[in-house]
């Protein structure tokens, strides 16, 4: 008899997801977390999209610690000396199920986990997991952690972007670089009405998400975010490990540097104390860089199995996580309760993440690491090519001015009209 | 190869974290910091977010795992050729990230 029914490796999105599940089903379930509490290793940037919380507790925003509802979404082209901005606003993205809220991961994870505590679950925080326990057979029967052998019936594996144990436990590949980025983030600490101004928010619960594509990354594949939090904002720098490998002289933390000292951008923080300095990878090779989800006594879930989406104007991993967790946790509890929980048990997991939007998503937008990984000019040219026909249309220096076309087809033929024809559909049909 | 004002802000910068730092590195490099291929080591000077891994105007390769904020992304962006093992941090230690 195994000590445990499941064991969960990582009390982030998916794995308190799971956990939470199981132990609902009345199964006995350990969360082994490696952070002296849940979320102490963990970032994002931060947008949360709600409806796979929903799903799982429905009364979430009676009780979760949610930074601010997102009611404006920001998306700047950056050039060096300047910047075009789209604010777009609408009733749509506010209502319920379909709103999102900007979260941190210290005080979030440790609520999501509380959750998965009240269920059942039991949660140890302060211990990483060494190794998996695996038979002779490839049968994953439970974990070493701490030097200590704890067998369980199911192991779920939720251990993040720089998974150890995804290639023990279903025989992932190593990541490449071309499939991972890193993120570089800081939280800036401003008082909340500050903040709601620079938002352009109504209130202290509403804020802004914002992307920015451009000088941000040097003209690399990457880009810059800042998202509102109740009294901090976050600003950041995403980047790709294969454009950074094979990049300039830039940094990351000199991206960072300048990307907040750009003056469409500094303001933002201006006068914010800066309270953490932090990093991570995600995992933005999609659908194809995923690896096997199920094996022989084991699920894996979240950003450990490469679940995650950028598609430049979107980026997404947090839901994906939640309900991914809870599939993977009500899976195992369906192959528990049947007394199967070999890889054909343990199936139902993909089947219901390829009927969900989970795979879906994924599935189709497949195309989109290639296509943006080699889309340079969206991360070089059009940000200068944007600012040059605004600088045509916007500055008067009282010279005679033309019509439009003179501001505007000097700049598009920099760049070749043929090229914007063949980045448009290829944006339209990847993105 | 020049990092101007982020070398010169970011340990004010990793300051302003909680660490517990361990006895021990949890990575480990195949030759040590000053023995590591240039050019390798060039990409990890670039994409470390920590910028742990460093070169001094005279050209010594310096790798310091206590402002270390496991990413990861040292383990993945070398390959095998820098990088001879990456484990998470004794039980405890490491950053703890108070906002995440």
């Known amino acids: 008899m195994a000590d445990f029914d499941a064991v969960v490796i990582g009390a982030g999105c998916a794995g308190s997801a799971a956990a939470y599940e199981l132990a609902r089903a009345g199964q006995s379930v350990l969360l082994v977390e490696r952070g002296n509490f849940a979320g102490a290793k963990n970032m994002t940037g931060g947008r949360l999209y709600t409806h796979a919380l929903e799903r799982l507790i429905p009364d979430f925003r009676d009780r979760a610690p949610l930074e601010r509802r997102v009611t404006h979404e920001r998306i700047t082209l950056l050039a060096d000396d300047a910047g075009f901005t789209i604010d777009f606003a609408s009733q749509e993205m506010k209502e319920q199920g379909q709103e999102s809220y900007t979260v941190l991961r210290a ?21 990483p997991v060494e190794d998996l326990i695996i038979d002779s057979s490839g049968v994953v029967g439970g974990i070493v952690a701490g030097g200590d052998e704890i067998t369980a019936d199911v192991t779920v594996i939720c251990d993040g972007a720089n998974s150890l144990l995804a290639s ?6 190593m990541p490449l670089p071309v499939h991972m980025a890193v993120g570089v983030k800081q939280v800036y600490e401003l008082p909340a009405d500050v903040i709601t101004n620079r938002a352009m928010a109504q209130s202290n619960s509403d804020g802004s998400a914002w992307l920015f594509v451009g000088d941000c990354t040097k003209g690399h594949f990457g880009g810059g975010f800042a998202y509102t939090n109740a009294e901090s904002i976050s600003i950041g720098i995403v980047a790709g490990l294969e454009a950074l490998a094979n990049g ?9 540097e300048d990307f907040k000292a750009h003056p469409c951008v500094a303001p933002l923080i201006a006068g914010g104390k800066l309270v953490e300095h932090s990093g991570h990878m995600v995992p933005e090779g999609g659908f194809d860089a995923m690896p096997e ?11 450990a199995a490469m679940m995650c989406l950028n598609l430049g104007y979107m980026v997404r991993g947090m839901d994906y996580a939640i ?32 009927s969900s939007f989970v795979l879906k998503d994924l599935e189709a ?65 990847n993105l | 190869m ?65 402002g270390c904020l496991e990413c990861g992304t040292c383990r993945i962006i070398c390959g095998d050729t820098i990088v001879e093992s990456w484990n998470n941090p004794d039980p405890g230690c490491g950053v703890e990230y108070r906002f995440g």
């Not at chain 1, 023990?168 to 590949?173: F, H, L, N």
């Not at chain 1, 094996?295 to 894996?300: H, K, Q, R, V």
């Not at chain 1, 991360?379 to 005679?400: A, E, T």
């Not at chain 2, 974290?17 to 060039?42: Q, T």
């Open chain 1, 248 to 256: 300039g002289e830039a940094t990351v933390c000199q991206m960072l």
């Open chain 1, 107 to 127: 005080p979030f994870d440790q609520w999501l986990a509380s959750e998965a505590e009240a269920a059942g679950a039991e949660l140890i925080c302060g211990i």
């Open chain 2, 2 to 66: 020049s990092m101007i004002t982020a070398e010169l802000n970011i340990d004010a910068y990793l300051a302003t974290n909680k660490y517990e730092v361990a006895p021990e590195s949890h990575i480990v490099l195949r030759d040590g910091a000053a023995g590591c291929d240039p050019k390798e080591f060039d990409k990890l000077i670039r994409a470390c977010p920590a910028a742990l891994y460093r070169r001094s105007e005279d050209g010594i390769q310096s790798f310091n795992y206590e």
């Open chain 1, 168 to 173: 023990k436990a279903v025989g992932a590949r």
């Open chain 1, 293 to 303: 989800l199920v094996g022989d006594g084991a699920l894996i879930a979240g950003d």
């Open chain 1, 323 to 354: 309900s991914a967790g809870q599939m993977a946790g009500l899976a195992a509890a369906e192959a528990l309760a049947a007394g199967d929980v070999s890889k054909k048990g343990l199936s139902r997991y993909r089947d219901w993440l390829e």
């Open chain 1, 365 to 429: 937008h497949r195309g989109a690491p290639e296509f943006l990984e080699g889309f340079d000019r969206m991360f070089d040219d059009y940000p200068k090519v944007v600012r040059d026909i605004m600088n045509g249309m916007f500055v008067v220096d009282g010279l005679s001015g033309g019509p439009l076309r003179d501001a505007v087809m000097p700049a598009l033929k920099s760049v070749g009209i043929f090229n914007l024809f063949k980045d448009a559909k290829g944006a339209l049909k």
